[in-house]
């Protein structure tokens, strides 16, 4: 078994002596669609045993096992050629997996054709590139225990690809995507969607959930297969989600290049809703210019997680469940905040908020809660849990990240609730406008200190509501 560490390692230090390579957001992408390549041929070379008549969808010309696999094979300008040329009689690797078709399997085909579009090869050396694909090979992701091992590195990836300028959107911690899955408990059948699914970490473990609980036949794995879908807009992420998927046994899957927000709000009938909703949308982020127009005028506003709040409500199932990561710039607040709060506790059942602390999406440090409902319902009673850092540990940190294991009191309080010095009931008519944001019961009130990126959400919004009711004065004037 190789040291998939490691490899890792030795790829990133090999990366940054290639001139074309600038920043690690370029060096993700550029280990994103090698990473891709190589595991779906891993993947079609294990079809190929398991399925009589299986043929790859890539020519064989460009699979992986074919060119990248010898360690003393092309490289130099003859490798950047072969991934690069656009020559109408000697079409590159990008060329040709950009037009991708296939008659016997046009859904992986498509696949294979939307990674590399919205993917490059930035790389200026075809001998660096031979050193990071022999790197590679060293890999086997049909072995179970490299693929369990990888499993680890990969969030490792996540984690780097968290800390590359802006893209902290994309990453959710493993231990807190595993309670909430658990804690909504999606079966097989139920239509399991991720809106804003990122590296897919959400859609991994619903997929694992089902497995572990409730796939026992090959019929049941078949169920499964049609059941999971995730949308992702940023091309990074999407490449590393649909990776992180295949890795996870699923053939053909149902994940999506698109923006969510785009999504024709009036046009969602009862063919496009789900069963189960999991999701951290992106909060902060910047919209396509107009795109909220796209929504109901009385929730209309530039803020991402809002936006996404609404279309996800919109998405679900009458007694669909939900459950969703959201920052206390959402729980609160005045205007369309107040209103988009208000449907949401019309519409559905908000029946439990558990408050993370603020260093758990280290290094944000946003404080950010998990909100779980069942549609279809008003909202009577809200539970609340607050979730405490360890004893002795005074923040989360790189070295010293979340564990599902510190979850084990709220998963034992979950099905037999009581109030106690962490736990506390609100009912909804207790509600000031609508404001989620409700302190400990139990903790005396301390003067709060808040760190300079809450002070500037704090800002944001209210300049944002201050912008709102100018508008609604220009209107009465």
Same mark, same amino acid.
């Not at 693929?147 to 590195?153: A, L, N, Q, R, T």
């Not at 290094?363 to 405490?388: M, R």
């Given at each position: 078994?190789?040291?998939?560490?490691?490899?890792?390692?030795? #790829?990133?230090?090999?990366?940054?002596?290639?001139?074309?390579?600038?920043?690690?957001?370029?060096?993700?992408?550029?280990? +994103?669609?090698?990473?891709?390549?190589?595991?779906?041929?891993?993947?079609?070379?294990?079809?190929?045993?398991?399925?009589?008549?299986?043929?790859?969808?890539?020519?064989?010309?460009?699979?992986?096992?074919?060119?990248?696999?010898?360690?003393?094979?092309?490289?130099?300008?003859?490798?950047?050629?072969?991934?690069?040329?656009?020559?109408?009689?000697?079409?590159?690797?990008?060329?040709?997996?950009?037009?991708?078709? *296939?008659?016997?399997?046009?859904?992986?085909?498509?696949?294979?054709?939307?990674?590399?579009?919205?993917?490059?090869? !930035?790389?200026?050396?075809? !001998?660096?590139?031979?050193?990071?694909?022999?790197?590679?090979?060293?890999?086997?992701?049909?072995?179970?225990?490299?693929?369990?091992?990888?499993?680890?590195?990969?969030?490792?990836?996540?984690?780097?690809?968290?800390?590359?300028?802006?893209? +902290?959107?994309?990453?959710?911690?493993?231990?807190?995507?595993?309670?909430?899955?658990?804690?909504?408990?999606?079966?097989?059948?139920?239509?399991?969607?991720?809106?804003?699914?990122?590296?897919?970490?959400?859609?991994?473990?619903?997929?694992?959930?089902?497995?572990?609980?409730?796939?026992?036949?090959?019929?049941?794995?078949?169920?499964?297969?049609?059941?999971?879908?995730?949308?992702?807009?940023?091309?990074?992420?999407?490449?590393? +989600?649909?990776?992180?998927?295949?890795?996870?046994?699923?053939?053909?899957?149902?994940?999506?290049?698109?923006?969510?927000?785009?999504?024709?709000?009036? *046009?969602?009938?009862?063919?496009?809703?789900?069963?189960?909703?999991?999701?951290?949308?992106?909060?902060?982020?910047? #919209?396509?210019? +107009?795109?909220?127009?796209?929504?109901?005028?009385?929730?209309?506003?530039?803020?991402?997680?809002?936006?996404?709040?609404?279309?996800?409500?919109?998405?679900?199932?009458?007694?669909?469940?939900?459950?969703?990561?959201?920052?206390?710039?959402?729980?609160?607040?005045?205007?369309?905040?107040?209103?988009?709060?208000?449907?949401?506790?019309?519409?559905?059942?908000?029946?439990?908020?558990?408050?993370?602390?603020?260093?758990?999406?280290?290094?944000?440090?946003? *404080?950010?809660?998990?909100?779980?409902?069942?549609?279809?319902?008003?909202?009577?009673?809200?539970?609340?849990?607050?979730?405490?850092?360890?004893?002795?540990?005074?923040?989360?940190?790189?070295?010293?990240?979340?564990?599902?294991?510190?979850?084990?009191? #709220?998963?034992?309080?979950?099905?037999?609730?009581?109030?106690?010095?962490?736990?506390?009931?609100?009912?909804?008519?207790?509600?000031?406008?609508?404001?989620?944001?409700?302190?400990?019961?139990?903790?005396?009130?301390?003067?709060?200190?808040?760190?300079?990126?809450?002070?500037?959400?704090?800002?944001?919004?209210?300049?944002?509501?201050?912008?709102?009711?100018?508008?609604?004065?220009?209107?009465?004037?």
């Amino acid at each position: 078994m190789a040291n998939v560490g490691a490899v890792i390692s030795s #790829i990133r230090n090999i990366m940054r002596q290639d001139r074309g390579i600038s920043g690690d957001a370029q060096r993700l992408e550029q280990l +994103g669609w090698m990473l891709f390549l190589k595991i779906i041929d891993d993947k079609d070379q294990e079809l190929e045993i398991l399925k009589d008549n299986y043929v790859s969808v890539i020519p064989e010309k460009f699979q992986w096992r074919s060119w990248a696999t010898d360690i003393e094979g092309i490289t130099g300008d003859e490798l950047l050629e072969f991934i690069d040329s656009n020559a109408h009689d000697n079409k590159g690797l990008f060329a040709t997996l950009r037009d991708l078709t *296939s008659i016997t399997n046009p859904k992986r085909a498509a696949i294979v054709k939307e990674v590399f579009e919205g993917s490059n090869n !930035y790389m200026k050396s075809g !001998y660096e590139m031979r050193k990071v694909i022999n790197k590679l090979n060293e890999v086997d992701f049909n072995n179970s225990e490299d693929k369990h091992v990888f499993g680890d590195i990969y969030e490792s990836i996540l984690v780097e690809l968290r800390d590359a300028g802006n893209k +902290g959107e994309y990453y959710t911690p493993r231990a807190v995507t595993q309670l909430m899955t658990q804690m909504i408990d999606p079966k097989l059948g139920e239509k399991v969607l991720d809106p804003a699914a990122g590296t897919g970490g959400f859609l991994t473990a619903a997929i694992d959930h089902v497995r572990e609980n409730y796939v026992h036949t090959v019929a049941d794995e078949r169920i499964l297969q049609q059941s999971i879908t995730g949308w992702e807009f940023k091309p990074v992420a999407y490449v590393l +989600g649909l990776t992180n998927l295949i890795l996870h046994e699923m053939d053909i899957p149902d994940y999506h290049y698109m923006d969510s927000l785009k999504k024709e709000y009036n *046009s969602i009938g009862a063919r496009d809703r789900v069963d189960v909703i999991l999701a951290n949308p992106p909060f902060g982020a910047s #919209i396509a210019d +107009g795109v909220e127009t796209n929504f109901p005028a009385t929730y209309r506003c530039k803020e991402s997680a809002d936006l996404f709040v609404i279309l996800m409500l919109q998405l679900l199932k009458p007694r669909g469940r939900w459950a969703i990561v959201l920052p206390d710039g959402s729980i609160t607040g005045d205007g369309v905040k107040a209103r988009i709060r208000e449907k949401l506790l019309t519409d559905a059942n908000l029946h439990t908020i558990i408050r993370l602390p603020n260093s758990t999406f280290f290094p944000a440090t946003v *404080s950010t809660n998990l909100l779980f409902f069942e549609k279809g319902s008003k909202t009577k009673d809200i539970w609340y849990y607050e979730h405490k850092l360890p004893e002795g540990q005074k923040s989360y940190s790189k070295t010293k990240p979340i564990q599902f294991n510190e979850f084990e009191p #709220i998963i034992e309080w979950w099905n037999d609730r009581k109030e106690n010095d962490v736990a506390w009931k609100v009912n909804v008519d207790d509600l000031k406008n609508w404001d989620l944001d409700i302190k400990n019961p139990t903790v005396e009130v301390e003067e709060e200190i808040l760190t300079v990126n809450e002070v500037l959400d704090r800002l944001k919004s209210s300049f944002e509501n201050l912008a709102e009711n100018i508008d609604k004065l220009k209107l009465e004037l």
